[in-house]
């Protein structure tokens, strides 16, 4: 495809609970389409099933599509030529085309209940047969029209599908070709006034412009219908992409089962939106080369719809923390200390509003252990032995290692000579320690790790004394000799 400045695609969730995964993948998919064909990328609210569309969902997929950083140009919240961005501020406008269906012949009132189409339904599915509508109202009479609306009946409006094949020329899967047969005369207005979400997205996409729908699979099915009501109302019908699914690691659709299935969830545990792009965009499509931790800019030149892959993509949790993990371990330290202190908070590890000296603490800490971060909420539980006020060791962890209290009475010792802990060559400090222990390797450096940590693994000790600092080691270590001594 050519680059092309009137490119218009759309993102278009239904608040009906928090954004999921594979919808920021489609989210993601459309906003990168847009910035590399120089296109413009709208955000609608397909608000129609009133039950369950809330507000606070709404405002929930804005903000987790802000946090992603995948600004939309035309929206709910900004305005834009074409609005209103909500559906259930269009009532006017779809009742303006379903008129004109009905003033081309092309939309019957239906007055068959829910339960009559449900046993219709059950009756089909028992012999074998694909349920779909049998049309019976399309033959109704102005005369039983008039009777049944006398008796109070609320209809519902369908369209009149009729007998072809459409193809759909999709730009992942090919042409796919629908015997409309199949189909049935499909509801497009509901007894209660409100459209389907079949014709609401056609009026709504031909309105608004839009030329490429990109959405996931599980809506292809649904293509013939919006092809039939686009050209029915005049409208030529947009370009169709339709992503792979993507799954959980035992085949089945990504849910909560799985783990953390929402953008909300992985915002919680403190993954950057940088890698959550970045990783979902690899649910589907590859780059050229071998290279797979990218920058938005670099996923931009290199997207494209046509690489897309048909095929389902495995959501791989393992391979999401790895990606986060180079993030995490290359961005700026400051911005990752900031965004270290609501868990280091929550895990009482710090309280109240930092100084300066004690946000450099903070930084320092963040520096030595967010090699082993994954998300940033681990990092109270590896920043802890760092910034809690003594060791987690037990007596038993020290008492059990031969030699360990004459070692650390040692130790103590050579750190109370030390007169600034910043300037010790290290390497040498140790070195003097292991002749006068005659200790050296694990049977010098573990007792001591334990002492001063609480753990038996974490960063180089020689990094993490100096953070520390003269006192707190000190301490942890004389502590660590009380314990042995009572447990001895």
Known sequence: ????????????????????????????????????????????????????????????????????????????DIGGDRGPYKQSLRQKIYDKYLDELKGKGLAYPCFCQPDELEARRKAAMEKGTAPRYDNRCRALTQKEIAQKAAQGVKPSWRFKVPERTIVVDDVIRGKVEFDTRQLGDFVIMKSDGVPTFHFAVSVDDTLMEITHVIRGEDHL????????????????????????????????????????????????????????????????????????????????????????????????????????????????????????????????????????????????????????LACMADVAEHARPLLAETAAASAGDLASISGAAQLLQLLAVDLEKVADIRDVDWKKFFGDLAKASGLKGKALYRPIRIAITGQEHGPELLDVIPVLGKERCIARVRDAILKITEKI
């Not at 050519?2 to 998919?29: D, E």
Request: net charge negative.
């Open 221 to 372: 099915s649904n293509t013939p219908r919006h092809i039939l009501l686009f050209e029915s109302l005049g409208f030529t019908p947009p370009r169709f992409a339709h992503l792979p699914m993507i799954l959980g690691p035992d085949g089945e659709r990504l849910s909560k089962r799985h783990g953390a299935a929402s953008v909300s969830e992985f915002r919680k545990l403190g993954y950057l939106p940088e890698a959550l792009n970045n990783y979902l965009a690899l649910l589907g499509w590859a780059p050229e080369g071998d290279k797979e931790i990218l920058s938005m800019d670099e996923l931009v030149a290199q997207f494209s719809l046509e690489k897309v892959n048909r095929s389902a993509s495995t959501f791989d949790y393992a391979k999401l923390k790895w990606v986060s993990e180079n993030y995490i371990r290359n961005e700026d330290l400051g911005r990752i200390a900031l965004l270290a202190l609501p868990y280091l908070r929550e895990a009482g590890l710090i309280e109240g509003e930092l100084t300066e000296e004690e946000m450099e603490r903070v930084r320092s800490v963040v520096k030595l252990v967010r090699p082993y």
């Open 1 to 76: 495809m050519t680059q092309n400045a009137q490119v218009r695609v759309r993102f278009a969730p239904s608040p009906t609970g928090y954004l999921h995964i594979g919808n920021a993948r489609t989210a993601l998919f459309n906003w990168l389409f847009a910035r590399k064909m120089g296109g413009t990328f709208i955000l609608r609210i397909e608000d129609t099933d009133l039950a369950r569309s809330t507000d606070e969902y709404a405002e929930g997929i804005l903000s987790d599509l802000a946090w992603l950083k995948l600004a939309w140009n035309e929206g709910p």
